[in-house]
């Protein structure tokens, strides 16, 4: 018995020494200075409602800008967040809009409708904590309109 509670009490050890080493470990924050040339607000008419739609709601994983909050600075949950604002920004950027080709553009903007219709996005480990990115029947209404008109426009 005493040689059971002595492993335990190895184990929790070194995993207390795992978790407290870890915390030194950082990662490249997704935060630019400078606005992007290519942002779609800089080539596209973006309405106001829109933008706040989507800076709620969007940006902090698919933009060069995201507000950490304060857990963000917990590993592993720091590098949780990462992987998922790196793969965020790999589907799709605003920030970087303008750089893709015609074809992508129009693609990404179907792409868009599609995820919030289907409630896929935002994604619910997001709202589950930010309750005021979920959107509401009228907020993909007015996304899909202004997409709609973004289409065609698009170059």
């Known amino acids: 018995m005493n040689k059971s509670i002595f492993n335990l009490k190895n184990i ?14 950082d990662i490249k924050k997704n935060i630019s ?10 080539h596209y008419n973006v309405p106001p409602k829109i933008q706040s739609i989507l800076k709620t709601s969007c940006y902090d994983c698919h933009s060069n800008n995201t507000s950490y909050p304060w857990y963000s600075k917990i590993q ?12 965020g920004k790999r589907h799709l950027n605003f920030d970087e809009f ?42 993909v209404s007015e996304i899909e309109k202004w997409v709609n008109e973004t289409k065609k426009k698009v170059k």
């Open 76 to 87: 592993p949950v720091k590098w949780w967040l990462a992987d998922h604002v790196n793969s």
């Open 98 to 139: 303008n750089s893709y080709s015609r074809e992508k553009k129009l693609e990404k903007l179907d792409e868009i409708v599609e995820t919030i219709k289907e409630g896929e996005m935002p994604l619910t480990s997001y709202t589950v904590i930010h309750q005021e990115a979920k959107l509401s029947a009228l907020d």
């Open 33 to 42: 200075q400078d606005q992007s040339a290519n942002a779609i607000g800089n």
């Open 12 to 25: 929790l050890t070194v995993l207390l020494l795992l978790f407290i080493g870890i915390q030194f470990i």
